[in-house]
């Protein structure tokens, strides 16, 4: 059964990466793509009639109230929030580590989740139905010494993820949190990693349309994935 087709996802940093590849197979499947981007447009890319693009920045508050008010004109309202957008910056030693560091990865991965969730329930909670999705990571179960600041991030999305969770389900909404292990993704830059004992963002994007591709009623709180190669060392 395609529970997709014909429903709108508004996604966060849907350019590249998880983001772009979940929006590309949602098209596939018929869905309605919201893509909310900071550097460039998706639709730059890829031309489809059920695809829109908005420039903005999570952490932005004004850019979030703008690009849902966006959403909504374009395509009357709003099923599933897909939060994805993140920045991952190492702090191998946080004594030397600059407060930049810490505010864009607060900034985005925490106070962008929050913006994102206050104004999707807006539309949400006057028609008791809904899902919102985070993009979460391993790295909000299990601390890396280079990334501290980093997991922190992970840890605070994961805790509103779970309170909000608790908090709407009376109301018909569904929260789910999407964990995946180490991803071969532009999140590692030049740096050295055993990348061919990573997911694929394909992979990621395949588990996110599983979590979305259920009925109305089914719920999944929580999915952790890695690839078995990296969990075997």
């Known amino acids: 059964m395609n529970y997709l ?20 197979q949602l098209l596939k499947n018929g869905a309605k793509v919201f893509d909310f981007s900071r550097k460039r447009q998706l639709s730059a ?3 489809h009639e059920n695809l829109h693009s908005f420039r903005g920045d999570v952490s932005v508050e004004s850019d979030v109230i703008n690009g849902f008010q966006n959403c909504i004109e374009r395509f009357g309202t709003i099923d599933c929030l897909i939060n994805n957008a993140g920045v991952g910056l190492i702090s191998p030693d946080l004594s030397t580590t600059e407060l930049d560091i810490y505010d864009q990865m607060i900034n985005v991965n925490m106070r962008g989740v929050f913006l994102c969730n206050r104004e999707v329930l807006k539309v949400m909670k006057p028609k008791k139905q809904g899902h919102i999705v985070t993009v979460i990571s391993m790295a909000g179960q299990r601390t890396n010494p280079t990334a501290p600041i980093y997991a922190a991030s992970k840890f605070g999305a994961r805790g509103l993820s779970s309170g909000l969770a608790d908090q709407v389900i009376k109301e018909g909404i569904k929260v789910t949190d999407v964990n995946p292990g180490p991803t071969d993704s532009d999140y590692w830059g030049d740096r050295t990693v055993p990348r061919e004992k990573f997911l694929k963002i394909e992979d990621v994007a395949r588990i996110i349309l ?6 109305v009623d089914v719920i999944i709180r929580e999915i952790n994935f890695d690839n078995m190669k990296f969990l075997a060392g």
């Open 5 to 24: 087709k014909d429903k709108i996802y508004f996604i966060t940093g849907a350019s590249g990466g998880i983001g772009k590849a979940t929006a590309l």
């Open 45 to 47: 890319e890829v031309s």
């Open 210 to 215: 599983f979590v979305l591709n259920q009925p």
